[in-house]
């Protein structure tokens, strides 16, 4: 008995896009998930020909050295082979694709190599334990690393799509490789964004679950869908099963942009593998294999349900746009309440009505909605301080709390009452304006600086930033 990958794999076009950008591959010894980028400038192709150069890599027995090398080396060739569909198409810069594969390297103890590139995702469930094994190479997760937000803020960040890698065949796309012990028993999970983005953890923890990997894709795609997932959505699901020595590999599946023989033919340089089905639409489900003790529920009642979708429409066209509507309107309501969440947290001194006074908040606005609101009026005038620190009111002075605003008003009604026992002083109202002769000296933890007069006019200080 040897152990291999026994794999099944799913793609849609999701509840909004036209067409379908991502692509994916599951065979027996390598699965691949390539989300492609660039709409009207055909992600579809870029994460076509990662599928197209993916497959030619044959992992296999290999050494873990030279296996993550041939899997790096790939990433190159497809980088290189995007740059060539842009040149000889001008139209189509811009193009990209992300890229998570797993390549089954078998050996005792039996390993399977890990390659990474942008926001799609690996997972592993093993013994109840689900655990995802890429990190996503994205903006948001840089701020996650950095303990700016938190990992449940990711969800509804404005910048929570930008990618820092990606294969574009301009920028160096460098991949996260490593290699990992396999064992009997185990599940792996390749997806997309268009799962992991709307799709819990936790419930796709449950999915997996399921006996049949069939049973489990089709369940993934499903949940997204149900989510209000706007965006494509595919997965490949694989099991770490043990099988004859003299068993025969079953021929992979592609599903997606890379199967859909449109796409195929627009590039003509590049060879697909011989899959077991050639798609005819953007959405497949497909088994890979059926050599496994799937029990009383084997893929029977998968398959009808299949083919039943292909006979009628996938879905009613008034429930697909009601629930993307609600899902924008989720994402909508869950950025506006993160925001005002953040915002109820800072502090700055700023004019109000020519009083110095304590806002909550930020000094801006979300359309009609404020984001700040005054906590505290001073009685010291605007008017009445020094030229620098006038200025510095106007334009706000931003602090970490109210007890740091208030100190920082407490220095400014210090100044404007210098002011007025000495009106003389360089900068203070009906002199000639700010003090040109001093030195700035060290902050005093309240944003404003100590200047030091001296008795002629040099040159005027720079303002500091707010901090």
Same mark, same amino acid.
């Given at each position: 008995?040897?152990?291999?990958?026994?794999?099944?794999?799913?793609?849609?076009? =999701?509840?909004?896009?036209?067409?379908?950008?991502?692509?994916?591959?599951?065979?027996?010894?390598?699965?691949?998930?390539?989300?492609?980028?660039?709409?009207?400038?055909?992600?579809?192709?870029?994460?076509?020909?990662?599928?197209?150069?993916?497959?030619?890599?044959?992992?296999?027995?290999?050494?873990?050295?030279?296996?993550?090398?041939?899997?790096?080396?790939?990433?190159?060739?497809?980088?290189?082979?995007?740059?060539?569909?842009?040149?000889?198409?001008?139209?189509?810069?811009?193009? =990209?694709?992300?890229?998570?594969?797993?390549?089954?390297?078998?050996?005792? *103890?039996?390993?399977?190599?890990?390659?990474?590139?942008?926001?799609?995702?690996?997972?592993?469930?093993?013994?109840?334990?689900?655990?995802?094994?890429?990190?996503?190479?994205?903006?948001?997760?840089?701020?996650?690393?950095?303990?700016?937000?938190?990992?449940?803020?990711?969800?509804?960040?404005?910048?929570?799509?930008?990618?820092?890698?990606?294969?574009?065949?301009?920028?160096?796309?460098?991949?996260?490789?490593?290699?990992?012990?396999?064992?009997?028993?185990?599940?792996?999970?390749?997806?997309?964004?268009?799962?992991?983005?709307?799709?819990?953890?936790?419930?796709?923890?449950?999915?997996?679950?399921?006996?049949?990997?069939?049973?489990?894709?089709?369940?993934?795609?499903?949940?997204?869908?149900?989510?209000?997932?706007?965006?494509?959505?595919?997965?490949?699901?694989?099991?770490?099963?043990?099988?004859?020595?003299?068993?025969?590999?079953?021929?992979?599946?592609?599903?997606?942009?890379?199967?859909?023989?449109?796409?195929?033919?627009?590039? *003509?340089?590049?060879?697909?593998?011989?899959?077991?089905?050639?798609?005819?639409?953007?959405?497949?489900?497909?088994?890979?294999?059926?050599?496994?003790?799937? =029990?009383?529920?084997?893929?029977?009642?998968?398959?009808?349900?299949?083919?039943?979708?292909?006979?009628?429409?996938?879905?009613?066209?008034?429930?697909?746009?009601?629930?993307?509507?609600?899902?924008?309107?989720?994402?909508?309501?869950?950025?506006?309440?993160?925001?005002?969440?953040?915002?109820?947290?800072?502090?700055?001194?700023?004019?109000? =009505?020519?009083?110095?006074?304590?806002?909550?908040?930020?000094?801006?606005?979300?359309?009609?909605?404020?984001?700040?609101?005054?906590?505290?009026?001073?009685?010291?005038?605007?008017?009445?301080?020094?030229?620098?620190?006038?200025?510095?009111?106007?334009?706000?002075?931003?602090?970490?709390?109210?007890?740091?605003?208030?100190?920082?008003?407490?220095?400014?009604?210090?100044?404007?009452?210098?002011?007025?026992?000495?009106?003389?002083?360089?900068?203070?109202?009906?002199?000639?304006?700010?003090?040109?002769?001093?030195?700035?000296?060290?902050?005093?933890?309240?944003?404003?600086?100590?200047?030091?007069?001296?008795?002629?006019?040099?040159?005027?200080?720079?303002?500091?930033?707010?901090?």
């Amino acid at each position: 008995m040897v152990l291999m990958l026994r794999s099944a794999a799913r793609s849609d076009v =999701g509840l909004v896009r036209a067409g379908n950008e991502d692509s994916g591959y599951a065979g027996d010894q390598l699965l691949v998930i390539a989300d492609g980028m660039g709409g009207h400038a055909a992600g579809e192709l870029a994460s076509a020909a990662a599928i197209a150069t993916m497959s030619e890599v044959e992992p296999a027995g290999l050494a873990d050295a030279e296996a993550l090398e041939r899997l790096s080396e790939a990433v190159v060739t497809t980088s290189e082979r995007i740059a060539d569909v842009v040149a000889a198409n001008p139209e189509l810069a811009g193009m =990209g694709t992300t890229l998570t594969a797993l390549a089954w390297l078998g050996g005792e *103890p039996p390993r399977v190599a890990v390659l990474h590139v942008g926001d799609s995702r690996a997972y592993l469930l093993r013994d109840g334990e689900f655990r995802q094994i890429t990190r996503d190479h994205t903006y948001v997760q840089t701020l996650i690393d950095s303990g700016r937000i938190a990992p449940a803020e990711a969800a509804y960040h404005p910048r929570r799509n930008l990618l820092m890698r990606a294969i574009d065949g301009v920028h160096p796309a460098e991949p996260d490789v490593s290699v990992r012990e396999a064992r009997l028993g185990d599940r792996y999970l390749v997806c997309s964004d268009g799962l992991s983005g709307y799709v819990t953890d936790d419930r796709m923890a449950e999915l997996l679950g399921l006996k049949d990997p069939t049973a489990v894709v089709t369940a993934l795609v499903d949940a997204a869908l149900e989510a209000g997932a706007p965006d494509n959505v595919t997965c490949v699901v694989a099991d770490v099963v043990a099988v004859d020595e003299a068993t025969e590999p079953e021929a992979p599946v592609v599903v997606g942009a890379a199967g859909e023989p449109r796409n195929r033919e627009r590039l *003509p340089d590049l060879t697909f593998p011989a899959d077991a089905q050639i798609d005819t639409r953007p959405a497949t489900v497909v088994r890979v294999s059926t050599r496994s003790d799937t =029990g009383d529920s084997g893929v029977s009642p998968i398959a009808d349900v299949y083919h039943e979708e292909q006979r009628g429409p996938r879905r009613r066209s008034r429930l697909k746009w009601l629930l993307a509507v609600l899902g924008v309107l989720v994402i909508l309501v869950g950025t506006l309440l993160a925001t005002l969440t953040w915002a109820r947290g800072q502090w700055y001194v700023g004019n109000d =009505g020519g009083y110095v006074a304590i806002y909550n908040g930020v000094n801006g606005s979300l359309g009609p909605i404020s984001l700040s609101s005054v906590e505290e009026v001073s009685t010291v005038t605007v008017d009445s301080l020094p030229d620098f620190e006038a200025m510095q009111v106007e334009a706000t002075i931003a602090t970490d709390s109210l007890a740091s605003a208030q100190q920082v008003v407490q220095r400014l009604t210090e100044r404007a009452a210098q002011c007025q026992t000495v009106p003389t002083t360089p900068g203070c109202p009906g002199t000639d304006g700010i003090d040109t002769g001093g030195d700035v000296g060290s902050s005093q933890g309240d944003g404003l600086p100590t200047l030091t007069p001296s008795a002629s006019p040099a040159s005027t200080p720079a303002i500091p930033p707010a901090p």
